[in-house]
């Protein structure tokens, strides 16, 4: 998953690797707001309309961005786009960050540690994870609590 629009919108098409060995794709960036290095599994499906929007590009370095004018201008344009996409399938709120906090959460909930879900999102600190996503966090601390506490009826 990648940063609130920017590391998406200047996505380079060198970044989306093909893991052959694992059979899987995913992305290997740098994210602009920290430096910190990502490595994020992606779906098969979405790497391929990735490569196929790639294609379509007049620059052939970059998914998303043409390489001219500024970085501000396609975020402005991609999250317009974001935001119209979310209307159109009946969500009044959405942008980039949006899609990020969904991933992150649907990690959360079904049970990736709190520090790998904090290495996906390149945080460069793990308290930055929790401070965000700490109702998310405390959702699988009552999960664990019901699995410590199930046991209890089976030591009698």
């Given amino acids: 998953e990648l940063g609130g629009g920017s590391d998406a919108a200047t996505l380079e098409q060198a970044e989306l690797i093909h893991d052959k060995a694992k059979g899987i794709y995913r992305i290997e960036t740098s994210r602009t707001k920290t430096g910190t290095h990502v490595s994020v599994p992606i779906r098969a499906e979405v790497a391929k309309e990735l490569l196929a929007v790639g294609k379509l590009n007049s620059n052939p370095r970059y998914f998303f961005w043409s390489g001219n004018g500024k970085v ?12 119209k996409v979310f209307r159109l399938v009946g969500l009044s709120e959405g942008g980039a960050h949006r899609l990020r906090d969904t991933f992150a959460v649907g990690l959360l909930s ?16 793990i308290r930055i994870t929790e401070r965000s996503y700490a109702p998310w966090v405390r959702a699988r601390q ?3 609590d019901n699995l410590v506490t199930a046991t209890w009826a089976n030591e009698q």
Avoid: F
Wanted: aromatic share 0%; hydrophobic share 30%.
């Fill in 72 to 83: 501000k201008t396609i975020l402005s344009d991609l999250g317009n786009d974001i935001r």
């Fill in 110 to 125: 079904q049970g990736v540690p709190v520090e790998e879900v904090s290495k996906l999102l390149g945080h460069s600190s």
């Fill in 142 to 144: 009552d999960r664990l």
